[in-house]
């Protein structure tokens, strides 16, 4: 009787991992957090209107993101903190300000933005539930990327800061 329990738990669980690669699910970790999220959906979303947005950048010199090492050597113990506030500063901060005249356009923006809204809220539960904190060195990486972002009219600044969206969607892939 307990091997049939045992097989049935089994089996549950391997129908929920297909399930979860099936839907294109993966799960990240950042820190203490594990977050399954779909990725390539965003990914895709982004994709797509990609080119439209980085063509209403009209500044080519400065960049939000990628400026020196903002994303790199984050230490794995900070990363569910800095994770967590760009995910606040996406919401917060850029999406609010993406609006253009393409109605298609504002669309993929609004489906990437209620996927941040889903995996945001299971980071905020993540977060509180394991206190993450971050260091001193990854809150000043976050301070460079607000300066960054702040040193720009708010329009241009979130239409760059979609358009470097890539930059973050490959940093947390390389986390993974």
Excluded at 34 to 55: D, L, P, Y
Excluded at 78 to 106: A, G, P, W
Excluded at 146 to 155: F, K, R
């Amino acid at each position: 009787m307990k091997g049939s329990h045992l097989f049935l738990c089994l089996f549950s669980v391997v129908c929920w991992l297909n399930l979860m690669l099936a839907n294109g699910n993966r799960i990240f970790r950042f820190g203490p957090c594990r977050i399954s999220m779909n990725v390539n959906e965003i990914r895709s979303g982004f994709t797509a209107i990609k080119a439209n947005i980085q063509a209403r950048d009209p500044i080519r010199t400065v960049s939000i993101l990628s400026h020196p090492h903002s994303l790199h050597k984050i230490k794995s113990s900070d990363k569910c903190c800095i994770i967590h506030q760009l995910f606040n500063f996406y919401m917060d901060r850029v999406f609010k300000h993406c609006t253009t005249e393409d109605s298609y356009i504002n669309r993929k923006i609004s489906s990437i933005a209620n996927s941040f809204l889903s995996i945001k809220r299971k980071l905020v539960q993540c977060h509180n539930q394991n206190d993450c904190k971050c260091g001193q060195e990854s809150m000043e990486k976050f301070k460079q990327i607000l300066t960054n972002y702040e040193g720009l009219n708010v329009t241009s600044a979130a239409i760059k800061s979609l358009g470097e969206l890539d930059i973050l969607l490959d940093w947390m892939e390389k986390s993974r």
